[in-house]
């Protein structure tokens, strides 16, 4: 099925750890992004990539990096996981500049201990 | 700064019965506006969009309109049905830009 696919699923770490998200879109899509999700909030953007090779902060990029492997994938890098960052992690994709809504992945939950 | 906001954080309403959801907007400049829908455990889901040069649009069961004037967005949903239960989120985008900024979110209980 077309969309976007996030692994894992769910994540437990240990404070101090570090792990890779992967997101990737089989729609040929330019744009992606990733965004957390806190109890009782909405989606705050993390990065983004407004295409290959491009990446750019949002309004929460502390303690992430990102990378674009390719036009499909798009990662998200915790090196030294913290409880602040226990979270939903949501990747999403759209097809060009402003004028489409997003298609987003079915999440990450990821607790950090 | 700027920011997307709701009126109300839970809604519950009779199935059959029409929703309304609310989101306020503070950013003018704001040119494209989304709605999403996001069932427990499951990513947004678009439901239907709006550009700043209208100020109604109208889907299946759904209808966006937008008031420029008092940066006031809704959404409305028709003969509403147990499925439709979930957290409702506003979200804009600024000029020719991909980011989107959301809302909070607004949660829809439907009962019997």
């Known amino acids: 099925n077309a969309g976007v696919t996030q692994t894992p699923k769910f994540q437990v770490l240990k404070t101090g750890q570090s792990m890779t998200l992967q997101c990737a879109q089989d729609?040929?899509?330019?744009?992606m992004y990733w965004y957390r999700q806190d109890p009782g909030m909405g989606l705050r953007l993390i990065y983004y990539?407004?295409?290959?090779?491009?990446?750019d902060k949002g309004e929460v990029p502390n303690g992430y990096n990102v990378s674009r492997l390719n036009k499909r994938e798009f990662s998200l890098r915790l090196e030294s996981a913290a409880p602040s960052q226990t979270s939903v992690y949501f990747c999403?994709?759209?097809?060009?500049?402003?004028?489409?809504?997003?298609?987003f992945g079915s999440g990450t939950r990821l607790t950090v201990v | 700064g700027e920011s997307v906001g709701l009126h109300l954080p839970t809604l519950s309403v009779q199935e059959g019965d029409n929703s309304i959801i609310n989101c306020a907007y503070s950013n003018s400049a704001s040119d494209y506006f989304i709605w999403y829908k996001q069932e427990s455990g499951k990513g947004p889901q678009f439901i239907i969009d709006i550009r700043s040069n209208m100020d109604k649009r109208q889907g299946q069961r759904v209808t966006v309109l937008l008031n420029k004037t008092v940066k006031h967005l809704s959404l409305q949903i028709a003969a509403t049905q147990p499925g439709d239960s979930a957290v409702y989120f506003c979200a804009e985008t600024l000029g020719n830009t991909d980011k989107l900024i959301f809302g909070t979110g607004t949660r829809l209980q439907v009962f019997p």
């Open positions: 729609m040929n899509h330019n744009s």
């Open positions: 999403a994709s759209s097809a060009s500049t402003g004028i489409s809504g997003y298609t």
């Open positions: 990539s407004a295409s290959e090779g491009t990446t």
